[in-house]
């Protein structure tokens, strides 16, 4: 499809294991961002992507949390040792470089992760 | 630090009227951008409209449009002729300057469009 994709849409998880949430973005959006939706809240940024190198990853909540764009393209979140507090709907998005327009973020559906 | 309002957490209206949605914003920057964005149960967030800070007049898109008033720091979204599939959660979000390319979304409101 020509859309964010985001996989897998759902995971459940125990406390303590490791989760990789994956995300495939517009072709030829060069800007990648990870946001988390916690219930009833609005999008909270994590970490932006510029091409390869993590250009803003103040929203990272710990060193627990930790993402990768190795090829400029697909991007993928890592989470260890979970905790159920990390439970949250996790939100990539992609967009044209600034100069382009707007630089209006273009969303997935989203990885609902669930940590029991 | 940039921060979003939006005080509704939830809003009903009858179809066909019109609704405005606030948010308001604090930042100390002169150049930043404004955007909605809708967000149905399905989760994907979509793009509605966007303003800018340097912009003399206010965005519209459709049946979309954005009260900007400088001044009071608010970027109000007006829907008009409300339609059923408009019931969704609405998000106001803000970008900084070129340095800052992350949004800052609100918490969102609520709307219901009812019969």
């Known amino acids: 499809g020509a859309g964010v994709s985001q996989t897998p849409s759902n995971k459940v998880t125990e406390k303590g294991k490791y989760v990789e949430l994956r995300c495939d973005p517009i072709s030829g959006h060069t800007a990648l961002y990870w946001y988390r939706q916690s219930l009833g809240q609005g999008p909270e940024f994590l970490i932006y992507f510029q091409g390869t190198g993590a250009a803003d990853d103040s929203g990272l909540p710990n060193d627990r949390f930790f993402a990768v764009r190795p090829e400029g393209s697909v991007s993928t979140l890592k989470i260890q040792r979970t905790e159920r507090g990390d439970s949250a709907v996790y939100l990539c998005?992609?967009?044209?470089?600034?100069?382009?327009?707007?630089?209006?973020?273009?969303f997935g559906e989203g990885s609902r992760l669930t940590v029991l | 630090a940039q921060k979003i309002t939006q005080t509704q957490p939830g809003m009903f209206v009858q179809e066909k009227e019109a609704v405005t949605l606030d948010c308001t914003y604090d930042t100390s920057d002169q150049s930043y951008g404004l955007f909605w964005y809708k967000q149905p149960s399905s989760g994907e967030m979509i793009f509605l409209i966007y303003q800018g800070s340097y912009d003399e007049q206010n965005a519209t898109e459709g049946r979309y449009s954005l009260n900007f008033q400088k001044a009071r720091k608010s970027a109000n979204l007006v829907i008009s002729a409300s339609q059923l599939g408009d019931s969704a959660m609405y998000f106001c979000a803000m970008r900084g300057p070129y340095n800052t390319d992350k949004l800052i979304f609100g918490t969102g409101t609520r709307l219901q469009v009812f019969p």
């Open positions: 998005a992609s967009s044209f470089d600034r100069d382009a327009n707007t630089g209006e973020l273009f």
